[in-house]
């Protein structure tokens, strides 16, 4: 047997950059290179870049688009896997149509996050819609993925949109008016990153509730929601909203490019109840262009769980506070030579 490849831990992604374009030159990686998440000290998702395309730092955090084999291009922040061109489609779509449809005519959108303008994209897609604000710490991302994401540049020169630089709690709290619906859009909750409190009971009650209209829908992503993973964040983060809001739905689905299924979670005060034929007439109706994931009848299944996460949704005890926190574990990356 040949020897081993060696395995280098980097803690920012600008050095796995600067190397491989100073070992291949024209951004080209040999074949023996390999991008790796750590996902947990035992297990580590890794696939093979043709290139690193663009690097970037900014005060939050390293920022890198990848060229992949499988995912098209995919954005790095922090080494962990943000989005891919090949497969965001089905996050974005999960995360912004089930409120927007839910809703009787969303006209405004908060969105906290979002730096990359998917979410925006597809809020903007629907002809009711007034006015899209879409509220991220940092700008140096936006600016990266306003450049070189192209299939949302469209979405970023849209005169909807209000583009905002700040914390994503300040911003509501300063804000007089109230919206239709609030996204969160953000990075997993991890234990030295800047976003676990925008997942806290208090946050949801005093922050996000007083900012949505009557008919207002809140919606989450809420993590890792597999069969090894659902008790990291994802019912944790459902009984929270079931503290706060009188109506809450969750709902899953697989998305390749996050080896894992992936947990949204959708609350209101008013009942949150349509049936899968008004969903897909809502859509016919409401959005501009097809979507290629969501119909009616995929929601109604993905908000059906199997009985080992229907079982942890139901019995979860675990309130997420500043003080009694839930993280992601995993964080970083490697590469192979």
């Not at 409120?99 to 597809?122: C, D, Q, Y």
């Not at 059906?304 to 675990?318: C, P, R």
Request: aromatic share 12%; net charge negative; glycine share 6%.
């Amino acid at each position: 047997m040949g020897e081993a490849p060696e395995v280098f831990y980097i803690n920012g992604f600008s050095k796995f950059g600067h190397e491989t374009q100073q070992n291949n030159g024209n951004h080209q990686n040999h074949d023996s290179t390999w991008y790796e998440e750590v996902i947990d000290d035992d297990l580590k998702w890794s696939f093979k870049p043709n290139s690193v395309l663009h690097e970037a730092i900014s005060e939050y955090q390293d920022i890198a688009l990848l060229d992949t084999k499988r995912f098209g291009k995919a954005l790095v922040l922090d080494g962990e896997m943000q989005s891919a061109e090949n497969d965001e489609f089905i996050y974005h779509e999960c995360l912004m149509h089930p409120p927007l449809l839910f809703h009787p005519n969303p006209k405004t959108v908060f969105i906290m996050g979002g730096g990359e303008g998917s979410a925006a994209r597809e809020a903007l897609r629907h002809k009711s819609m007034d006015r899209v604000v879409m509220c991220d710490i940092d700008k140096v991302v936006v600016d990266f993925c306003r450049e070189y994401l192209t299939a949302n540049r469209e979405a970023f020169s849209n005169k909807k949109l209000d583009l905002v630089f700040n914390d994503a709690k300040a911003e509501l709290e300063k804000r007089k008016e109230k919206f239709d619906i609030i996204v969160g859009d953000l990075a997993d909750p991890l234990e030295d990153g800047p976003c676990y409190q925008l997942y806290t009971k208090s946050f949801y009650e005093k922050v996000v509730k007083p900012k949505l209209n009557e008919n207002g829908i809140f919606v989450t992503r809420a993590g890792p929601a597999g069969i090894f993973t659902h008790k990291e964040v994802f019912t944790s983060i459902y009984n929270t909203i079931k503290h706060v809001f009188k109506y809450v739905i969750a709902y899953t689905t697989h998305v390749p490019s996050f080896a894992d299924t992936w947990g949204w979670v959708m609350a209101s005060d008013q009942p949150l109840s349509i049936s899968a034929e008004v969903m897909d007439k809502r859509i016919n109706a409401r959005i501009d262009g097809d979507l290629l994931y969501l119909n009616g009848a995929w929601f109604k299944s993905s908000t059906i769980m199997n009985k080992t996460v229907s079982h942890s949704l139901q019995n979860e005890t675990h309130v997420y506070t500043e003080e009694n926190a839930r993280f992601v574990p995993g964080h970083g990356m490697a590469y192979r030579i």
